[in-house]
Nanobody, 125 residues
Framework: HVQLVESGGGSVQAGGSLRLSCAAS????????MAWFRQAPGKEREGVAV????????WYSDSVKGRITISLDMAKDTAFLDIDALKVEDTAVYYCAATPESYSECPRARARYEYWGHGTQVTVS
């Protein structure tokens, strides 16, 4: 049984920082790609960062590039998303996702990710 559990969200002032965590359990196949998505009220879920376990450079969306860092702690089966210089427009539910498939280049599309956490709310004011 695969489970992804996010934590670390909260209410912060603009300009602040947060670290989101995603603890993974269960077998997720090759699982060489993990990602963070977010969904703001009234908007579609969008990808913000993707990481390749094999070590290829992560991908970041233009909306967060320079302010977000995705990382992995393989020993703890945990992915992280560090967000700096938070903006009001970063307010959203943040989800982590994983895929059991092996890709030469990690996908950015939501449909390619099979496993999802329940999300953690980030509110910036």
């Amino acid at each position: 049984h695969v489970q992804l559990v996010e934590s670390g969200g909260g209410s912060v002032q603009a300009g602040g920082s947060l670290r989101l965590s995603c603890a993974a359990s269960g077998y997720i196949g090759n699982r060489n790609c993990m990602a963070w998505f977010r969904q703001a009220p009234g908007k579609e879920r969008e990808g913000v960062a993707v990481i390749d376990v094999g070590g290829y450079p992560p991908w970041y969306s233009d909306s967060v590039k320079g302010r977000i860092t995705i990382s992995l702690d393989m020993a703890k089966d945990t992915a992280f998303l560090d967000i700096d210089a938070l903006k009001v427009e970063d307010t959203a539910v943040y989800y982590c996702a994983a895929t059991p498939e092996s890709y030469s280049e990690c996908p950015r599309a939501r449909a390619r990710y099979e496993y999802w956490g329940h999300g953690t709310q980030v509110t910036v004011s």
